[in-house]
């Protein structure tokens, strides 16, 4: 059941920050994962504040040479651009594999960005570590979807499918507060556990991400999302790559390789970069680079299948890049 709370809708920003400054209050922007958490009483609010009354958030529009996307345009406008398909297919690919149809007309980038995460004790009666609990129920517990890179006192995985397609495009985020406004690289913007394991973003009381800026690809950029996911319905991702690489003839000149499903922020995986970068994309580097990216990997109990599957998964996606399948 929902609990009781009060729902503003401001029609401006100097507004929202205002209704903001009191503690107890939610962001609602789709509501996809909001009501969700509120229903199941993973937080609680006294009052919701809608950010749906700012129109200037929605939308994608060209900036000089970066493109700027509102953080309330949906998925499914950030899917279907055609600045965004044919720049940044890998934002496109990563936005079509969120949830369904339905939550990808409802749902927005800026709440995809900012949505909690999924781990079943987390999301179920458990007062876990991440809720200010004591201990991490996962480590002894049902692990099999949890992480096997980047694991410290919570194992969650991050549950977006965009957060590592923009991590792979060096995007950047707006944050807004009634203090003014800063900018944040997306791979920065998720907060590992190692760090502080009952946060999820670096967000503080009152401040909303307005926009997201991806800089202009560099010349020679291929990219691509892949998600492997137990049901081809809805689902997260078991293991998935944002892949971009920037191509001289056959040799990587620079690239990033980010995974998801695999740690409790997007990752990106340097060890997999390092035996990409300056190298020609032949079978030997690709399977090199797939390994690399698995060599950190610390599996709990059970989701050592992980492992596997992302070097296979590694292989393909490079292979697919390099123009073979
Ligand atoms: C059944 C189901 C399946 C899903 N599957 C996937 C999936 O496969 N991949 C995936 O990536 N996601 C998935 N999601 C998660 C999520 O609902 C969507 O990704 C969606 O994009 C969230 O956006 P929203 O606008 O609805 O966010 P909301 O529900 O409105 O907000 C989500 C959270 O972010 C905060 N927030 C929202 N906007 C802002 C902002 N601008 N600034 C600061 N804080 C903000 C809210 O306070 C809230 O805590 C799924 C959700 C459901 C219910
Ligand atoms: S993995 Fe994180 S969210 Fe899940 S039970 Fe452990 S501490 Fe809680």
Redesign the pocket.
């Known amino acids: 059941m929902l609990p009781n709370f009060s729902y503003i809708r401001p029609e401006s920003l100097k507004e929202v920050h205002r209704q903001l400054a009191s503690d107890g209050t939610?962001?609602?922007?789709?509501?996809?994962?909001?009501?969700?958490?509120l229903h199941d009483g993973v937080f609680g609010a006294e009052k919701v504040v809608s950010?749906q009354g700012l129109k200037e958030l929605s939308g994608i529009r060209q900036n000089g040479s970066a493109l700027r996307i509102g953080?309330?345009t949906t998925?499914t406008e950030v899917e279907r651009d055609s600045r965004v398909k044919e720049l940044y297919p890998v934002l496109s690919q990563a936005a079509s594999?969120?949830?369904?149809p339905q939550?990808r007309h409802?749902?927005?980038?800026?709440?995809?960005l900012?949505?909690?995460p999924r781990c079943w004790y987390y999301r179920g009666e458990f007062h876990c570590l991440r809720k200010g609990g004591e201990k991490c129920f996962a480590i002894g517990g049902e692990n099999q979807f949890h992480c096997i890179l980047g694991g410290s006192r919570c194992f969650i995985v991050h549950?977006?499918?965009?957060a590592p397609a923009l991590m792979a495009l060096d995007a950047e985020v707006r944050i807004v507060g009634s203090k003014g406004s800063r900018m944040v690289p997306v791979a920065e913007f998720h907060v590992p556990p190692a760090e502080d394991p009952q946060r999820e973003t670096v967000?503080e009381q009152g401040?909303?991400?307005?926009e997201i800026l991806i800089p202009s690809p560099p010349k020679g950029m291929r990219s691509r999302y892949r998600k492997v996911r137990a049901r081809q319905a809805?689902?997260?991702a078991l293991a998935g790559s944002a892949l971009t690489l920037q191509m001289e003839g056959n040799t990587v000149k620079d690239c990033r390789v980010v995974l998801s499903g695999a740690a409790p922020v997007s990752w990106r995986s340097r060890e997999a970069e390092e035996a990409l970068r300056g190298r020609a994309l032949t079978e030997e580097t690709i399977r090199k680079a797939a390994a690399a990216a698995m060599e950190n990997a610390r599996p709990l109990r059970e989701n050592g299948y992980k492992i596997s599957l992302f070097k296979g998964m590694l292989e393909e996606e490079l292979g697919k890049l390099a123009g073979r399948g």
């Open positions: 939610r962001v609602h922007a789709g509501g996809t994962d909001l009501l969700g958490c950010l953080a309330l998925i594999e969120v949830a369904s939550l409802q749902g927005t980038i800026g709440g995809n900012c949505q909690k549950p977006s499918d965009t967000l401040e909303i991400v307005t809805w689902d997260f």
